[in-house]
């Protein structure tokens, strides 16, 4: 029948579920509703296989009802709705079956065994209420936090945050504080600062650093290949770039100009100072120079930097930020004025220090001196009017020569002072009462100390008896070592720490020897017949200079100094302190010692006759030593004029490789007291020099 064929064409679980709507199991368990959804599914006849996964839930009676239920099904398909012909697939009635093929019979499967399985809960539900508490916590701690954070932003942290963003905005600018001069005893300037430019870069800010390099060139003086490493970007260890270098200090004002015109990205001209020595290598040994950040290096400029610097300034104010990085009009501004150095005035005479090393730079090179000095020392006051050194340089570019030309050798430089040192020898020897300016020694050609035979350079036969002023103008060691038997070790050794051996004078130059001096404990057997003459001593020419002149000054030392005054920058010149003072030996004995010093420039045959200056009379003393661990000689000359009323005392050393020294040392001196003498207007000694007696 038509209707009866479309109600078995129905699916068997459309009708379940059409059943299931119309019903619903009211007082069943849930294992017995899925027993029967099991047993209708089971019948149909397509899906034969779902009742093994039914049985494995459902019991015997179950699986043996939807079995049989599937066997009546099929015996039904086989009798009339199939048709006989193997895979027609048509219906009785001539139409395509939609149904399967008919399957086999299958075995019929013993029933599984049942297991206890423990009932599955339900799945939680989940509970609204309860998240919506949690969430409103969450939400409002963090506003909580959030609203404490602001509050401490605003009332505790507001100052600190104000500040840096103001530090963020201040820009600062430093103002160099002037450097003082340096002048000489009659104010002419040896050393002062002038008004410069700099020029430095930041290289971030260059695109074109070749041809940044190529416009700077010409006007720095400064080849582009020397510029450019300083012109390209590069960063420093720490990884952040390099925004600040200088190009050049200290040029002239006309090239500042001219770089600002370039107008070159990351170019910037700024004010600076630059210093300058007029004289140039005048007294350059002895003054020193300042680096690039206007700080003394060497010489005065160095021992005095403190004064000489002053203290820099500082100006702050706030700028705006991108294009209008300009001063704000009512921001912060706050500056610190720079305060200028104060300056010096020396005791150095301008016009005498450069005759003074002119000469001793021409007789230098007579003989091919490695070094010489020369010391101009006013004995009254213990101020020091010319310091020279040879070799020279020029204090305005100091770097082109090697450091060892640069020390001032005055003081920077020891040697043994030969038979200068003999003046010592017999001014202790008149103080202590051993000898009389009328004793007369024995001496003979030589004399032996210890292991060593000490010889004169003009022997005389033994037993001849040498005067005081017969020893210094013939130089006998001889003789001396007599008077220094006399004297003996420990009574040596105080007259030469109280002449100033042994310590430095403290002049005022930094880098001062303080000499050695061989203590009497050490001495060995050839030391007394060295020490006297001047050897296994180590001085410097200032103080050998220092020895005569207190001779000259009635026996009492004075400190030599350099400094003068010191001119604070508003103008107050406060004096120096007075140095010094100390008296050695008395003024009788000191003006007996200067008599008997007159006969070495006097007395045929001495050895300082080239010393004498034509209308004044002069006393002083030769010397012949050496430098240790250096070939050659250091030959000396120290004298003072007028000898009868002293005024000045001039020391000249030289040391010369190839010997030779003692014929320029005294042809030295004589030029330098003659221009001084005349220089300061010393009117020609009145009287003539004494006859001497040299030989008894």
């Known amino acids: 029948m038509p209707g009866r064929d479309h109600a078995d064409r129905a699916s068997p679980r459309r009708r379940g579920l059409a059943e299931a709507r119309r019903y619903t199991p009211r007082g069943r368990t849930v294992r017995e509703l899925g027993a029967e959804r099991r047993a209708a599914r089971s019948a149909d006849p397509f899906r ?64 599984a065994r049942r297991v206890a399985r423990r009932p599955v809960p339900p799945p939680r539900l989940g509970e609204p209420r309860r998240r919506l508490r949690i969430a409103t916590v969450i939400a409002l701690a963090m506003f909580t936090a959030i609203g404490v954070r602001l509050v401490h932003l605003q009332l505790t942290d507001a100052p600190r945050y104000a500040a840096a963003g103001l530090t963020d905005r201040l820009h600062w600018v430093e103002l160099p504080a002037p450097r003082g001069a340096i002048y000489d005893r009659n104010d002419e300037v040896l050393a002062h600062s002038v008004e410069a430019r700099a020029v430095y870069a930041d290289p971030t800010l260059i695109e074109h650093p070749e041809q940044t390099a190529a416009a700077l060139s010409p006007l720095l003086g400064i080849a582009a290949s020397d510029l450019l490493p300083k012109l390209v970007k590069r960063t420093r260890p720490d990884g952040s770039p390099v925004a600040f270098v200088w190009l050049a200090r200290g040029v002239d004002i006309e090239v500042g100009k001219a770089v600002e015109a370039l107008d070159l990205d990351g170019i910037v001209v700024t004010h600076d100072e630059r210093r300058e020595v007029p004289g140039h290598d005048l007294a350059a040994n002895l003054l020193g120079f300042t680096g690039d950040d206007m700080h003394g290096l060497e010489g005065i400029e160095a021992h005095f930097d403190e004064l000489l610097y002053g203290v820099d300034g500082r100006r702050e104010y706030e700028v705006g930020l991108g294009d209008l990085a300009a001063p704000i009009p009512s921001g912060y501004y706050h500056e610190v004025e720079a305060k200028p150095g104060s300056s010096l005035q020396l005791t150095i005479d301008r016009d005498l220090q450069y005759r ?67 003046a010592i020898v ?134 030599p100094h350099l400094v003068r005054e010191t001119i604070k920058p508003d103008g107050t010149r406060v004096p120096a302190a007075a140095p010094q003072t100390r008296r050695v030996i008395s003024a009788e004995n000191a003006a007996a010692l200067r008599e008997m010093l007159e006969a070495v420039v006097t007395v045929k045959g001495a050895t300082g006759r080239a010393a004498a200056v034509p209308g004044y009379r002069v006393a002083g003393k030769t010397g012949t030593g050496e430098r240790v661990g250096l070939p050659g000689e250091v030959a000396s000359f120290i004298g003072m004029a007028p000898a009868d009323a002293p005024r000045y005392v001039i020391a000249v050393f030289a040391h010369t490789p190839g010997g030779g020294g003692g014929t320029v040392t005294a042809p030295a001196f004589r030029e330098m007291m003659e221009f001084t003498l005349l220089h300061y207007r010393v009117p020609p000694t009145g009287t003539k020099p004494p006859e001497f007696v040299i030989k008894q």
Do not use: C
């Not at 050194?389 to 020891?414: C, I, N, W």
């Open 356 to 422: 003074v090393q002119q000469i001793l730079a021409a007789r230098m090179r007579q003989v091919s001196a490695s070094l010489g000095a020369a010391v101009v020392l006013d004995i009254k006051t213990g101020e020091v009017l010319a310091q020279a050194s040879y070799p020279a340089y020029d204090a305005a570019d100091p770097l082109k020569v090697p450091a060892e030309q640069r020390v001032d050798v005055a003081t920077g430089v020891v040697f043994d002072p030969g038979s200068v040192h003999k």
């Open 426 to 559: 017999l001014a202790a020897a008149l103080e202590e009462g051993l000898i009389h300016p009328d004793t007369a020694i024995e001496v003979g050609p030589t004399v032996r100390k210890g292991d060593q035979t000490f010889r004169d350079t003009t022997p005389l036969p033994r037993g001849t008896k040498l005067t005081l002023p017969g020893i210094l103008a013939y130089s006998s060691n001889v003789g001396t070592i007599a008077i220094a038997d006399m004297l003996g070790p420990q009574k040596l050794y105080e007259y030469q720490r109280r002449f100033g051996l042994g310590e430095r004078t403290d002049v005022g130059v930094p880098g001062e020897a303080a000499g050695q001096l061989l203590a009497p404990e050490d001495w060995s057997g050839s030391s007394y017949g060295s020490v006297p003459i001047g050897h296994s001593v180590a001085v410097t020419a200032m103080q050998m200079a220092a020895v005569y002149a207190t001779i000259a000054n009635d026996g009492v030392w004075v400190r």
């Open 48 to 111: 034969p296989a779902l009742e093994v996964a039914a049985g494995g839930r459902g019991n015997g009676r179950d699986a043996g009802g939807a079995a049989g239920r599937t066997r009546a099904a099929s015996g039904r398909v086989a009798a009339g709705r199939v048709s006989s012909g193997r895979g027609s697939g048509r219906t009785s009635s001539g139409r395509p079956s939609r149904r399967a093929p008919a399957r086999l019979p299958q075995q019929r499967r013993a029933p």
